[in-house]
C-alpha cells in the first residue's frame, strides 16, 4: 500500500512521541495492532480537532480512491490498492471521476468538429480560389 509523504511524517512523528515501534496507530498494542474502534476513536477526536464533521471510515476509503484518481494514478493499481477483484468494479465505483468524463467528452468532440468543420470550409474555399 503507498503511503503519501504527508502520511509518513505524520507516522514518523507519532512513532517518536509515543515509543512504539508497532501498533503504530490503529490499535491499542502491538499484540493487537488493528482494533477497529480505536481507528474511529483517534479518528473522531482528530476530525474534531480539525473542527471538521467525522465521516465513516468507508468514506475515508472512497476519498482515498478519490485522491487516487484525481492524481492521476492509473486505474489497475487503484484496483490493486483498494483490493478490488476486478478492474470493472473500480470502474463501476469511480468511473464516473476518471478521465474522459461527460465534459471531456464534450470537449473533444467539439474540438473534432471545429477542426474538421475548419478544414472543409478551408478545401471549399481553395476549390472556389482562382488558378493563379
Avoid at 2 to 22: F, G, N, Q, S, Y
Avoid at 46 to 72: K, M, N, P, Q, Y
Avoid at 91 to 115: C, I, K, Q, S
Wanted: net charge neutral; glycine share 6%.
Amino acid at each position: 500500500m503507498p503511503i503519501v509523504a504527508v502520511l509518513r511524517d505524520l507516522l514518523v512523528e507519532h512513532k517518536l512521541v509515543t515509543w512504539r515501534d508497532e501498533g503504530l496507530v490503529f490499535g491499542p498494542s502491538a499484540t493487537s495492532p488493528f482494533t477497529p474502534t480505536a481507528v474511529r476513536k483517534r479518528a473522531l477526536t482528530a476530525w474534531r480537532r480539525a473542527g471538521l464533521d467525522s465521516i465513516g471510515l468507508h468514506e475515508c476509503r472512497h476519498t482515498f480512491a478519490s485522491l487516487l484518481i484525481v492524481a492521476g494514478v492509473n486505474a489497475k493499481a487503484i484496483t490493486a490498492y483498494l483490493g478490488h477483484a476486478s478492474i470493472h468494479t473500480t470502474f463501476d465505483l469511480y468511473g464516473h471521476l476518471m478521465p474522459g468524463n461527460e465534459d471531456e467528452a464534450v470537449a473533444l468532440v467539439d474540438a473534432y468538429l471545429e477542426r474538421a468543420i475548419t478544414g472543409r470550409r478551408l478545401a471549399q474555399l481553395r476549390s472556389n480560389a482562382p488558378d493563379p
